[in-house]
């Protein structure tokens, strides 16, 4: 089963003199393959032999040598290619995830979209998306590797359940649709999400223009004092991780409780030299599952949540009706941030009202708007623009007027002065954030009484 340098060495082309065959030898014995022949075979010599070990990760070294032997024993050869950079190869398209296994890993990334076998878009967290040159080698093999990459999951996919969303590690969240439904020519669609690839800092929020300093400590000291805050924006606006960072300020005494769907994208405790935990924190993550006796749902948090006596909590993402119960967390002591789809700060209340309508239908929709402004007093729109960066493009307050009416009043606005597009596509926008308004008196006294001191509040007042 091992090999040793000099075998390695007969394999690779590169013995010593005298140590090996000679080259007429080597000619009759070894056998030119191409690459996609050999693949199929080793597959197919794989999968008789070795099929129960071919996923499992904890195994990677026996099963390259298996790979290794099975090549050495037929003496195949690719042309132009060590022995060592086949295997490797090999290895990656039958027991890892073919081209794509490097940009699972990489920190600079944070989508990568299958439109179709041969075409592949990739996002960066910073940047326009650009497509990839690679791509599949067939619409099947498309599809067996988006098998591969939810087999820890243990999804069915097939034409009996076309679309399914699964996790790949802690990181890695997939949505595939079968080919009955973008058609079998394409082979599949897919949107694979790096969640949170890398943490940003204060100081790197800053700088990439994300927010200004004054906007940064307004909304982390907001969050403290307990005023509840909900984000908006687009998928990759940037409004969950800005959301974490906030969170990593939290008082550590003070216990924090965070919510989320199938996995965990925040990752808050603090440890000190030793190892031993300093802050009071608590992650908690959904449990999809086909038995829906054995669902664990948002909602089915939320409320365990509020039995935990949490100073604050976080709900990462509010899509049905546990958007009701977190209203209700809100106006009753507890601090809540939370994220929702809307396309502007104004469009986030009604966006929650609708959500707790799917709850409770039979509430007057004015009397919902009105629980939802006293619960969540700020509202942040965030949007990355088509330069690439992202902004906080508007931190507002909900102030809630009489005869059930409410105005959305701007505390900062990023402004967009100017916008240039160059003949390579590169665009270039001229923009800076605006203060328009000090908080309403309302907002002053909730900080007041939440305990942020005078001088501080000064700051915003």
């Not at 197919?44 to 195994?59: I, R, V």
């Not at 890695?172 to 394409?186: E, S």
């Not at 300093?213 to 687009?234: N, P, T, V």
């Amino acid at each position: 089963m091992f090999f040793n340098k000099k075998q390695e060495k007969y394999n690779n082309k590169t013995h010593p003199p005298g140590d090996s065959p000679t080259p007429e030898e080597q000619h009759k014995k070894r056998v030119l393959i191409s690459m996609k022949a050999l693949l199929k075979e080793t597959q197919e010599y794989m999968s008789k032999n070795y099929a129960s070990t071919l996923y499992d990760g904890e195994q990677k070294d026996m099963i390259k040598q298996y790979i290794k032997h099975f090549i050495t024993e037929k003496n195949y050869f690719v042309d132009g290619m060590l022995l060592s950079d086949i295997v490797e190869k090999l290895y990656v398209e039958m027991a890892e995830y073919s081209f794509l296994t490097p940009y699972l890993h990489r920190t600079d990334i944070e989508e990568i979209n299958l439109n179709a076998w041969n075409d592949i878009a990739v996002h960066p967290c910073n940047g326009k998306p650009y497509k990839l040159k690679e791509h599949f080698s067939s619409p099947q093999h498309a599809i067996d590797i988006i098998r591969r990459l939810l087999h820890n999951n243990k999804l069915v996919f097939d034409e009996s359940r076309p679309i399914v969303t699964g996790y790949l590690g802690s990181n890695v969240r997939i949505t595939a649709t079968h080919p009955i439904i973008v058609g079998f020519n394409t082979g599949i669609s897919a949107s694979i999400r790096l969640v949170n690839p890398q943490k940003i800092t204060r100081e790197q929020f800053i700088e990439n223009e994300t927010c200004t300093e004054e906007m940064h400590s307004f909304l982390k000291d907001c969050f403290i004092y307990g005023i509840s805050q909900c984000y908006a924006g687009g998928t990759g606006s940037g409004k969950t991780t800005f959301m974490a960072d906030i969170m990593s300020y939290y008082p550590d005494h003070m216990r924090l409780i965070t919510i989320e769907k199938s996995v965990r994208e925040f990752d808050l405790r603090k440890f000190d030299e030793t190892g031993n935990v300093l802050n009071n924190v608590i992650h908690m993550v959904t449990r999809d599952c086909d038995d829906i006796n054995r669902n664990v749902t948002i909602l089915d948090l939320v409320t365990v949540c509020l039995t935990m006596h949490p100073d604050a909590m976080c709900v990462a993402e509010m899509k049905n009706e546990e958007a009701w119960e977190a209203q209700e967390a809100a106006r009753t002591g507890h601090t809540v941030l939370t994220t929702t789809h809307a396309s502007s700060t104004e469009g986030i209340y009604t966006r929650l009202a609708t959500l707790c309508l799917q709850k409770y239908s039979h509430v007057p929709f004015s009397i919902i708007i009105r629980l939802v402004c006293e619960a969540f007093p700020l509202a942040i729109f965030t949007k990355q623009l088509e330069d690439g960066k992202r902004h906080l493009m508007e931190i507002a307050e909900c102030v809630y007027l009489e005869d059930d009416k409410y105005d959305i009043m701007p505390l900062w606005v990023y402004e967009v002065r100017d916008e240039k597009r160059e003949e390579t596509g590169k665009v270039t926008i001229d923009g800076s954030f605006v203060k328009k308004n000090n908080v309403s008196q309302r907002l002053h006294t909730l900080l007041l009484e939440g305990g942020m001191p005078r001088e501080l509040l000064k700051k915003y007042a």
